[in-house]
């Protein structure tokens, strides 16, 4: 075990699939700003194709975020308030962006 998995042993990718690379970039950047609070916690952010990992100069739709926490509980907690933020995000993503409203106004 490294030094990183022993202080950090709680970890967690969470795979957001988005219609567009555009929508997972404009999502990249709202979540990107704020940053954790604790130091129990590290979060990073990366958009890739699909599960198999970074993109390699084609843009991905899938935003993926990698945490590692101290204990289950700190991870837990910056899980929540991730979604949370993540789900703010999607709602004015679904409200107002051009390219998802016309995908919503147009039939089906």
């Known amino acids: 075990m490294d030094t990183t998995t022993e202080q950090f042993p709680c970890s967690l990718n969470i795979e957001v699939p988005f219609p567009t690379p555009r929508l997972a970039s404009i999502a990249l950047k709202a979540l990107q700003v704020d ?12 958009i890739t194709n699909s599960t198999e990992g970074p993109t390699n100069g084609d843009a991905g739709n899938v935003l993926r975020t990698h945490y590692e926490a101290t204990t289950n509980r700190m991870l837990r907690v910056a899980v929540n308030s991730f ?26």
């Open 83 to 108: 979604m949370d933020s993540l789900n703010l995000v999607l709602e004015v993503i679904q409200e107002l962006d051009i390219d998802v409203l016309a995908t919503k106004d147009s039939p089906a």
């Open 35 to 46: 940053k954790e609070l604790s130091p129990l916690v590290r979060r990073t952010f990366s």
